[in-house]
């Protein structure tokens, strides 16, 4: 599996991933990726990452439940939104924007997720003709 684009501000991603040992106890997901972006006064950020499971690393994890749902899709763009059992959320909106003479998608959202370090991380972001922008931060302790 390989996914990649490249914008003409500079963002751009890569990804690819394989499943390892397929068929087999030791079937695994390796994925690695890269995500370039600008921020407002011309720094370029990049972040890198690697990431694997294995079949038996879900064996003795609870099944993960979808506890909300939503989706809309209109002429004009699409909107969604879930949370599931173990933390994770995504909201996101795509409205149809005009730059010159060319129609693309503008996307704002967010996700979140609860890692290893105990941590819950929420990523904001917006896409759209100026390019990638997300924001990181950690919620507060509740």
Avoid: C
């Avoid at 011309?42 to 038996?56: H, R, T, V």
């Avoid at 149809?96 to 998608?105: F, S």
Wanted: no cysteine.
């Amino acid at each position: 599996m390989y996914f990649s684009y490249d914008s003409s501000d500079g963002t751009s991603r890569t990804e690819e991933g394989a499943i390892l040992n397929p068929g087999t106890p030791d079937a695994a997901l390796n994925v690695l990726g890269t995500v370039r972006w600008y921020d407002d006064k011309g720094q370029l950020y990049e972040m890198s990452y690697k990431g694997a499971a294995a079949a038996a690393d879900s064996i003795d994890k609870p099944e993960v439940e979808i506890l909300t749902e939503k989706s809309n899709i209109s002429e004009t763009g699409y909107d969604f939104e879930f949370k599931t059992s173990d933390g994770v959320s995504r909201k996101e909106e795509g409205q149809l924007i005009t730059v010159g003479e060319h129609q693309g998608i503008g996307v704002r959202g967010s996700y979140s997720y609860n890692a290893p370090d105990g941590q819950q991380y929420i990523v904001t972001f917006v896409a759209d003709d100026k390019g990638f922008k997300p924001t990181i931060r950690v919620a507060d302790p509740q």
